[in-house]
């Protein structure tokens, strides 16, 4: 499975971005996709999660209420929709394949640059 991220840039306090990850590859072999996060000095962190067929999403406390996950299956696509950005969401977002044979793929990652 080989995941492209894309979307990432700088945008001010209180704006949006939305990210994209194509997968390729053996695709049909992803189970649940997700998108993680890594700031400067910081462990990577689970952003958001969904499954398959986008019927369970889950979401950290910090960016529930202003992070949206989705999925297009017929487009091997998952989104990331990020509205009222803060200083804090600043980091290297990656993309998150775990397939049917429990192995991990990771996108290369898109950068996300808050200013405020």
């Known amino acids: 499975v080989q995941l492209v991220e894309s979307g990432g840039g700088l945008v001010q306090a209180g704006g949006s971005l939305r990210l994209s990850c194509v997968a390729s590859?053996?695709?049909?072999?992803?189970?649940?996709m997700g998108w993680y996060r890594q700031a400067p000095g910081k462990a990577r962190e689970l952003v958001a999660g969904?499954?398959?067929?986008?019927?369970?999403?889950n979401y950290a406390d910090s960016v529930k209420g202003r992070f949206t996950i989705s999925r297009d299956n017929a487009k091997n696509t998952m989104y990331l929709l990020m509205n009222s950005l803060k200083p804090d969401d600043t980091a290297v977002y990656y993309c998150?394949?775990?397939?049917?044979?429990?192995?991990?793929?990771w996108g290369q990652g898109t950068q996300v640059t808050v200013s405020s």
């Open positions: 969904i499954t398959y067929d986008g019927d369970v999403t």
């Open positions: 590859g053996s695709t049909f072999s992803i189970n649940a």
């Open positions: 998150n394949a775990y397939t049917m044979e429990k192995r991990d793929y």
